[in-house]
């Protein structure tokens, strides 16, 4: 990394529901949109000024990856970003007055989010990769994470995770090599319904209950 002055801001939302859980589509004013390929996903809606990104790939179905917008006008938290899901992106918005809202896509395992939750099997993963060289010495990304999982299925046979993986020169020196640095604040936990819940309780502090929410799905 170079060492520059640029602070940069990676905003990126997933929905990830590992375990199965219409171009724009409007409820509660969150707007959803797959007509980007993931490449213009990546370089005009992830990634902000002062960061060069080439080697995009993406691996799952269509319907598992775009942008969204619209969302300070619900109970997101961010208001536009790149949306990624197990399942399709359109079952987001809300409202949430489905207890099993699913699309199976028949998709496959990841060996990377798989080592993060030893004694579960992963399904219907979505994989977005991308090589970036930034002009600063410090990198901001912002994710949510939300389940259709919650809360009934935490702490049982299916256990939804989110990973960030990041591989390459540390500037503190050595490399990363596929570092998850999606963990839960002062933890070396990864980001999973079992580990923040209210349920348990784990890391409440994290967790919105949207159970009946207006505005969202999951």
């Known amino acids: 990394m170079r060492n520059k002055y640029t602070y940069i801001s990676l905003i990126v939302i997933f929905f990830l529901l590992i375990i199965y859980p ?12 797959n007509t980007l390929t993931p490449a213009e996903l990546v370089q005009n809606v992830l990634v902000g000024n002062g960061v060069t990104v080439n080697n995009i790939t993406y691996v799952g179905p269509a ?23 197990t399942g399709s992106i359109f079952d987001a918005p809300g409202p949430n007055n489905a207890g099993n809202t699913s699309t199976n896509t028949g998709g496959g395992s990841d060996t990377d989010l798989a080592a993060l939750i030893p004694g579960y099997t992963v399904h219907d993963a979505t994989i977005l990769e991308f090589d970036f060289v930034p002009q600063s010495d410090t990198i901001k990304f912002k994710y949510i994470f939300a389940s259709e999982e919650y809360p009934e299925w935490v702490n049982s046979i299916f256990n939804d995770v989110f990973g960030f993986f990041v591989s390459g020169p540390n500037p503190l020196g050595g490399n990363y090599n596929a570092d998850n640095i999606a963990l839960i604040p002062g933890t070396t936990l990864p980001v999973t319904i079992d580990n923040v819940n209210d349920v348990t309780p784990s890391y409440p502090q994290y967790y919105v209950n949207n159970t009946s929410g207006l505005t969202i799905e999951y």
């Open 22 to 33: 219409n171009n724009d589509d409007v409820h509660g004013q969150l707007i959803i949109d």
């Open 63 to 85: 319907i598992s990856i775009g942008s969204f917008a619209g969302g300070n006008t619900t109970n997101l938290g961010m208001n536009g970003g790149v949306i990624m899901s």
